[in-house]
């Protein structure tokens, strides 16, 4: 079993990449995948799910969340090996959380003896390195100390330095100009990996599926009792969000301490989307995923009463006025900027006076794009 192990710090586009590499390889091999989240929000699982390439019903997709494979979700990490190995699988992608130890993760697969462990592809967001660490001239301050607990920093370092493939993300979102600084500061933590670029998630299949094994030792890992100071908090309410108030906080109150938000929402403005919402540092994103069952019911008039009668059915037990509309999040970043973004979050949801208007035919004021990208 080939074992293909995609690491890179939160909102790299680890699930982009994996998605779109399943799709396109599913048919040369039998491909399996182990996918983790930090949250307990399952978000990345269910829109690799969602391909119909991978399922847990073929034995082909082991999904863990609620906690880091590298940390306290280890020996479930490792029971999946064993299962995958045993189930047949050719080739293994195991996809990590983005605040994942990477090193332990590695050193696991090694002294597991399950199959053989080809490319460790560590993806890095082009645009968070830019902005967020100069070009990546401040990650350089770090390299040399290893501080008390996990931080984003630290993490980052490690999934560059244990890299047999460094794949820079969202090239298409950054000039061409600002590449060099940024190729100059990888190279200076990692001067051993491949270096490949990446836009829109896809880069050439044969760096991958043409990896040498990967034959670096793996150090002991020194810090494995450290405290990390990156965690998750999940967010769910059936209400949906006014998209002035949910524009205005990511526009004008994201703080830095908050590196990921991501999930399923719904506006009031628009009651039939289900949504797609991402985001990593300061760069946002809104796409269509699917239609709501309630608005199919309540507005399609071509629906043939079996249809209807299926659907009445499916949502007798969901919220008597929203149906299966409802709001999922889950947000990472520092503790003390989870709590306080939380809370203003809280405030996006609609009032009961805007819900009673909304419901009347009231309009919401709504700054986002009319026409979303749909999610493939």
């Given at each position: 079993?080939?074992?293909?192990?995609?690491?890179?710090?939160?909102?790299?586009?680890?699930?982009?990449?994996?998605?779109?590499?399943?799709?396109?390889?599913?048919?040369?091999?039998?491909?399996g995948?182990?996918?983790?989240d930090?949250?307990?929000?399952?978000?990345?699982?269910?829109?690799?799910?969602?391909?119909?390439?991978?399922?847990?019903?073929?034995?082909?997709?082991?999904?863990?969340?609620?906690?880091?494979?590298?940390?306290?979700r280890?020996?479930?990490?490792?029971?999946?090996?064993?299962?995958?190995?045993?189930?047949?699988?050719?080739?293994?992608?195991?996809?990590?959380?983005?605040?994942?130890e990477?090193?332990v993760?590695?050193?696991?697969?090694?002294?597991?003896?399950?199959?053989?462990?080809?490319?460790?592809?560590?993806?890095?967001?082009?645009?968070?390195?830019?902005?967020?660490?100069?070009?990546?001239?401040?990650?350089?301050?770090?390299?040399?100390?290893?501080?008390?607990?996990?931080?984003a920093?630290?993490?980052?370092?490690e999934?560059?330095?244990?890299?047999?493939?460094?794949?820079?993300?969202k090239?298409?979102?950054?000039?061409?100009?600002?590449?060099?600084?940024?190729?100059?500061?990888?190279?200076?933590?990692?001067?051993?990996?491949?270096?490949?670029?990446?836009?829109?998630?896809?880069?050439?299949?044969?760096?991958?599926?043409q990896?040498?094994?990967?034959?670096?030792?793996?150090?002991?890992?020194?810090?494995?009792?450290?405290?990390?100071?990156?965690?998750?908090?999940?967010?769910?309410?059936?209400?949906?969000?006014?998209?002035?108030?949910?524009?205005?906080?990511?526009?004008?109150?994201?703080?830095?301490?908050?590196?990921?938000?991501?999930?399923?929402?719904?506006f009031?403005?628009?009651?039939?989307?289900c949504?797609?919402w991402?985001?990593?540092?300061?760069?946002?994103?809104?796409?269509?995923?699917?239609?709501?069952?309630?608005?199919?019911?309540?507005?399609?008039?071509?629906?043939?009463?079996?249809?209807?009668?299926?659907?009445?059915?499916?949502?007798?037990?969901?919220?008597?006025?929203?149906?299966?509309?409802?709001?999922?999040?889950?947000?990472?970043?520092?503790?003390?900027?989870?709590?306080?973004?939380?809370?203003?979050?809280?405030?996006?949801?609609?009032?009961?006076?805007?819900?009673a208007?909304?419901?009347?035919?009231?309009?919401?004021?709504?700054?986002?794009?009319?026409?979303?990208?749909v999610?493939?």
């Amino acid at each position: 079993m080939r074992i293909t192990l995609i690491t890179g710090f939160l909102g790299a586009g680890k699930t982009t990449f994996l998605r779109r590499f399943i799709a396109d390889h599913s048919h040369t091999s039998r491909i399996g995948v182990i996918i983790n989240d930090l949250s307990q929000l399952e978000v990345d699982g269910e829109l690799v799910r969602m391909g119909d390439l991978v399922s847990e019903k073929d034995g082909t997709l082991i999904s863990i969340r609620a906690g880091s494979i590298s940390s306290e979700r280890r020996g479930e990490f490792l029971e999946a090996l064993k299962t995958m190995e045993k189930s047949g699988i050719e080739h293994l992608i195991i996809e990590t959380s983005g605040s994942t130890e990477a090193q332990v993760v590695i050193g696991e697969i090694l002294a597991s003896g399950t199959g053989t462990l080809h490319a460790v592809a560590t993806l890095v967001d082009a645009r968070m390195l830019l902005h967020d660490y100069a070009g990546g001239q401040s990650l350089l301050a770090h390299v040399r100390h290893t501080p008390d607990t996990i931080t984003a920093e630290s993490v980052l370092i490690e999934q560059l330095r244990v890299a047999s493939v460094i794949v820079i993300t969202k090239l298409d979102i950054i000039r061409e100009d600002q590449l060099a600084p940024l190729l100059r500061s990888i190279q200076a933590i990692n001067p051993e990996a491949t270096l490949v670029g990446c836009a829109h998630g896809r880069i050439e299949p044969s760096v991958i599926l043409q990896a040498a094994p990967y034959l670096r030792e793996m150090k002991p890992h020194a810090h494995e009792t450290r405290e990390s100071d990156i965690g998750s908090t999940v967010i769910r309410d059936p209400r949906p969000l006014h998209p002035q108030r949910f524009y205005d906080l990511y526009q004008q109150r994201l703080g830095v301490g908050l590196f990921r938000s991501k999930g399923f929402i719904w506006f009031a403005s628009r009651p039939g989307h289900c949504l797609l919402w991402n985001q990593a540092g300061g760069a946002m994103g809104l796409e269509f995923l699917s239609t709501w069952r309630t608005h199919v019911l309540e507005n399609d008039t071509r629906l043939l009463a079996e249809e209807k009668a299926h659907l009445h059915k499916q949502l007798a037990t969901l919220h008597p006025l929203f149906g299966d509309r409802s709001c999922e999040l889950t947000l990472i970043g520092h503790a003390r900027d989870l709590e306080i973004f939380s809370s203003e979050l809280m405030d996006c949801f609609c009032t009961d006076e805007e819900i009673a208007d909304w419901q009347s035919g009231g309009a919401l004021p709504d700054p986002w794009p009319a026409n979303l990208k749909v999610m493939r």
